[in-house]
């Protein structure tokens, strides 16, 4: 009953209308708020959103979360990972373990691994430690290049709030947790970062795209789309979506169309290993709101 909002002409045009009206709220508020932070906003990107400074900001600020609850937190999916990853058995309800995709398995053997040296080195506390390092440090990086990025399009003001949000508890709670949606908000902040970035270069016809841009635009594709299964949805379709405006702007798509074309085989390859070491696929249709419309459904349904 997942795609229920989809059923019948009324359903679909309540969803698009939805759709629609959250997305021209949102593109018009940023856009109100880029072009009061351009228009207020003396600064030189340079003299302040440097890498190192900002960099550091991030990880102090997260440290003070991180220190408090060393070694790390480890989520229920995180726990059910490791769970699969080592094959674990529960005696008394006689159940054991098997890999799945239901959580990303790419996630479950990058987190399993770490663990693994972390607990062979010295035990399983550093283990967990290893792994939130780890996220930690990509995380910071990132939201580092995005809030370089920020400033330098937008200005000061907005610059100093995007720091301010991504080093405040937010972010610092996810840091802190071992769980794939950690570096999932990282890699959406990458791959989107790229995204904007090859879009303003098209607007700037001035300024070349080199092909480490798009190869850089196809590893963060590839990484975001494989902490969440949902999120190969999401990058196909903004893919596509610049490709039109590509089109649009009559610029030359070869290396965009080689980009998905790699992602496509990638993405396949990966698909065949996991059928042929038997990990039990998962859902791309994955939603957060399904759980909550399974209930409705239920409880309707039950009160008839």
């Known amino acids: 009953m997942g795609t229920y909002y989809l059923h019948g002409i009324g359903n679909i045009l309540i969803t698009i209308l939805a ?4 997305t021209i709220t949102f593109a018009g508020a940023l856009a109100l708020c880029s072009f009061g932070c351009q228009k207020y906003s003396n600064y030189s990107e340079k003299a302040f959103f440097k890498f190192k400074s900002v960099f550091l900001v991030i990880l102090i600020s997260w440290s003070l979360v991180i220190v408090f609850f060393l070694p790390g937190q480890v989520s229920w999916d995180a ?3 490791f769970c699969e990853f080592e094959g674990k058995r529960v005696a008394n309800l006689e159940f054991t373990y098997i890999p799945t995709n239901h959580n990303p398995w790419f996630v479950t053997l990058i987190i399993g691994n770490i663990f693994n040296v972390g607990n062979k080195l010295l035990n399983p506390n550093f283990g967990v430690f ?3 390092l ?3 440090l ?3 990086f990132i939201y580092t290049k995005v809030v370089q990025f920020v400033g330098q399009k937008s200005g000061k003001i907005m610059g100093i709030i995007s720091l301010v949000i991504f080093a405040s508890p937010i972010f610092s709670s996810y840091a802190v ?3 794939k949606s950690t570096l999932y908000y990282a890699f959406c902040a990458a791959f989107y970062l790229c995204y904007v970035k090859i879009i303003v270069g098209v607007k700037n016809k001035h300024k070349v795209l080199h092909t480490n841009d798009y190869l850089l635009y196809l590893l963060t594709m590839l990484l975001f789309s494989q902490f969440r299964n949902d999120a190969l949805y999401i990058s196909i379709i903004s893919t596509l979506i610049l490709l039109v405006f590509l089109v649009y702007k009559h610029m030359n798509i070869t290396r965009l169309l080689f980009v998905l074309l790699a ?3 990638i993405i396949c390859s990966w698909k065949a290993y996991m059928q042929k070491n038997n990990i039990i696929p998962g859902a791309s249709s ?3 709101t399904i759980p909550t419309r399974q209930i409705s459904y239920v409880y309707f349904k039950q009160s008839k």
């Open 19 to 22: 759709i629609l009206g959250w």
């Open 79 to 81: 726990l059910k990972q």
């Open 130 to 132: 290893l792994v939130i």
């Open 134 to 136: 780890f996220q930690t």
């Open 138 to 140: 990509i995380s910071a």
């Open 177 to 179: 947790t071992i769980d």
């Open 263 to 265: 992602f496509a085989a």
């Open 286 to 288: 994955e939603a957060l």
